[in-house]
Every structure is written in C-alpha cells, then in structure tokens.
C-alpha cells in the first residue's frame, strides 16, 4: 500500500489528537497498513517529540501483534516454512517496524566474508578445519556470545537485536549460524536438545555438534547425554534429531512464554499463546 506524502504527514499529525473517537477510527486505518508505510509515519515524528513516538510505537506494536495471528498462520499453511521468515516474523512481535531488506543485507555480507574466508582454508571441505573458521568468524571477528549474565532476557530471543547486540540464548545464536550458513551451502542444521539448543556439522561419517552459545564449543555425544542427566530426564535419540523449521519457532515462542510468564506479563504471554496455538493446530 502506498499513500501520497501529504497523507502521511497528516496522519502524523494525527497521533497527537486527544479526540478518543479520531483515534480510535486512526488505529482501525493503520491496522490496514503494511511495515514499510508504518515506517514512513514514524520518520514523519519529530526525533524531539519522544512522546509522540513512543505512543506510534506502542500503537504499531498492538496492530502487529494482532496481525501476526495471520501472518504465523499463512507460515504455518506455507509447505517451505522458510525459517528465516519465521524468525524475522518473531521479530516483529517487538519491533513492527522491522526493516527485513536492512537484515537480509547484512546477512548477505556476512555470508560472503565467510564464503571468502573458508576458501583460504588448507584442507579444503575438512570438517574440523570449516568450524574452526565458523567460530573464528562468528565469535572472533563478528563478536557473537552467550548472553550469560542476563539470560533470560526477551531480547534474546528476537533476532533482530541479537543480530544488532550480537548477544542471545542458544537458539536465537543458533538461528545467526543456520541463517548464515545456509546462503553458502554448508552442511549445517538445528538439534533440539532440550534446554540448551545446539546445531551440528553433517560430516560424512558423523554429525559434530557444535554450541553457539559457548563460542562454537564442540560438543560429543556422551556430553549431550551428561546435560540430559543433569536436568532429570532419560536419555532418547530424538534429542539428537533435527527439529523442523515450525518446531523451532515454536520453541522460541515458548520460550518466550515462559519469560513473560515469569515476569508476570500476562497480556504478552497470553498473545504468544495464540501464536503457539497456531502453530500447532
């Protein structure tokens, strides 16, 4: 959708109006609006006017929460299930007026700088020597890490400020490395250990699991059995198995359930609950 300068400007002007009916028939309006031209509004905000700006956000945050209803529907209806799209949808969850080409770019770089870096490897396609320069990349160069002192907080499961902090949980860190690796074809997928979730390398003769969240530690198998130990369940196979692109989201939406949960924002936690249902209906 596309509006003349001029209407913009005057919807801009709009948000400040302290006519209740006015504002109710411009939030119907915006409801209809796609996130390009909710950007347009918010730049028409003078920088000074903080209040202005914090209401238009507060105000595109409920209007997408509202729409992502659908939008994590027709992902779900979808059969590619593409996962960058589930994660940059996530990611509107908090931030509506996400800017996906911004995020798409800065992707694209990355993959070519660790396209070009893996070509000056000596053993070309050796397993040790490709994730040794995964890590160096991701966590030397781009400065990735565990967010340790501050866990559970929301942020780290939106890929957006992950990307921009360069700091999350394990699987917001593992989505970096999925979404990274896949432009370059490397042989790379998810593994859903419970709790702590990790990815592995598709070597010819065996997976190697790799953590993110721990600078790229490798992980052997008898590890993985020792953490399932530690949080009292009984070891299956399928710990090791790839989850499919919806189980991901899924479990990020979970995850962050159980933040809100905790912090005792119901209004939140209840809103990913309907995504969730969703997704597994």
């Known amino acids: 959708m596309a509006l003349p300068n001029s209407e913009i400007k005057a919807i801009a002007k709009l948000l400040k109006t302290q006519d209740e009916g006015m504002y109710k028939l411009l939030e119907e309006q915006i409801m209809t609006f796609d996130v390009s031209l909710l950007r347009e509004i918010n730049n028409e905000i003078s920088l000074d006017d903080i209040e202005t700006r914090r ?16 939008d994590f529907l027709d992902w779900s209806k979808d059969l590619s299930n593409d996962l960058e799209k589930g994660v ?37 396609g050796d397993p040790t020597s490709v994730i040794n ?17 501050d866990y559970y907080a929301p942020d780290n499961s939106f890929i957006d400020k992950v990307l921009e902090k360069r700091i999350g949980n394990p699987i917001s860190l593992s989505m970096v490395c999925l979404l990274i690796t896949k432009r370059i074809g490397l042989p790379i997928s998810a593994v859903n250990m419970p709790a702590h979730f990790l990815i592995q390398y598709m070597d010819s003769f065996e997976p190697i699991y790799i953590d993110p969240f721990n600078q790229g530690e490798i992980i ?15 070891w299956q196979e399928e710990y090791l198995s790839s989850p499919t692109n919806k189980q991901i989201i899924c479990r990020m939406l979970q995850n962050l359930v159980n933040i809100y949960h905790n912090e005792g924002d119901i209004e939140l936690k209840e809103c990913l609950e309907g995504y969730l249902k969703v997704l597994k209906s």
């Open 55 to 70: 209401q238009f956000l507060d105000l595109a945050k409920r209007v997408k929460r509202v729409k992502l209803k659908v």
């Open 88 to 124: 940059f949808l996530l990611a509107q969850f908090d931030n509506p007026l996400l800017d996906l080409d911004h995020y798409v770019k800065v992707l694209n770089s990355w993959a070519i700088s660790l396209s070009n870096n893996l070509k000056k490897i000596k053993v070309k």
């Open 133 to 149: 320069e995964l890590n160096h990349f991701l966590f030397m160069e781009l400065g990735f890490s565990g967010n340790k002192e």
């Open 220 to 234: 052997t198998r008898s590890i993985c059995q020792e953490r399932i130990k530690t949080l009292k369940l009984s």
